[in-house]
């Protein structure tokens, strides 16, 4: 959430956060053809420096899994010279990998200074009111997680949602963010506006 000075709110409720814990999860390993993708990644590095390839690594897991797990992280550590705290610590620094299972379409807005001047917080209002749930929750039908995120560098077409690291939406007014998501469960990913810089190539 992101505020305008004269907003008010409740400070107890933004307090900085507990630490989340990442649950255990299944037995986890990468499949073959992940592994492979990772070994080739992790030579573009130094031998000394194979830590460097983490995020590529969690990326890996969390598109196996839909979200990264204790398991997920004990089975790349290894793989990158690295202890599981370690793999934890940066896992849980990013906002883009999940901690828990999330929904087909992740609605990522983001609430960094031109979105939020341009009415980002009520995109996120909108939608949380629309879809009955709060910031990093995910909707009963298991098809709509809500998250903010940080500046997306789309700011000329603020408001913007990312939807699963790789759809997109711009420009979307506060009153258009509950017919969004009627249009989504109709006609699914067709419906985002995609980015400009792709739209327009
Ligand atoms: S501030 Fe939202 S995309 Fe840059």
């Known amino acids: 959430m992101s505020f ?23 037995p986890f390993a990468l499949t073959p053809e992940r ?10 590095y130094p031998p000394d420096r194979k830590r460097s390839a983490v995020l590529a ?17 004990r089975h790349i550590a290894p793989l990158l010279d690295m202890t599981p705290a370690e ?3 940066v896992a849980t620094y ?18 960094t200074l031109s979105c939020a001047l341009n ?20 909707d009963p039908s298991g098809m709509f997680t809500l998250v903010e995120f940080e500046c ?8 913007v949602v990312m939807v699963n690291n790789e759809l997109w939406h711009e420009c979307l007014r506060p009153e258009d963010a509950g017919q ?9 990913a067709a419906v985002f506006s995609g980015c400009h810089l792709e739209v327009e190539r």
């Open 57 to 73: 690594a969690l990326y890996l897991v969390q598109e196996q899994q839909g979200y990264l797990t204790a398991n997920g992280m």
């Open 4 to 26: 305008h000075p004269l907003m008010e709110y409740d400070r107890a409720k933004f307090q900085k956060s507990a630490r989340h814990t990442v649950p255990e999860g299944p």
């Open 152 to 159: 997306l560098g789309a700011c000329d077409r603020a408001p």
């Open 87 to 89: 793999v934890d610590d």
């Open 119 to 138: 009415g980002a917080e009520r995109v996120t209002e909108a939608l949380s009111e629309k879809l009955g749930i709060g910031i990093g929750e995910t």
């Open 94 to 111: 990013y906002v883009m990998f999940h901690k828990a299972p999330v929904g087909k379409y992740v609605l990522q807005v983001c609430r």
């Open 180 to 188: 969004l998501v009627d249009a989504i469960k109709a006609k699914g």
């Open 35 to 44: 592994r492979a993708q990772l070994d080739e990644i992790v030579t573009k």
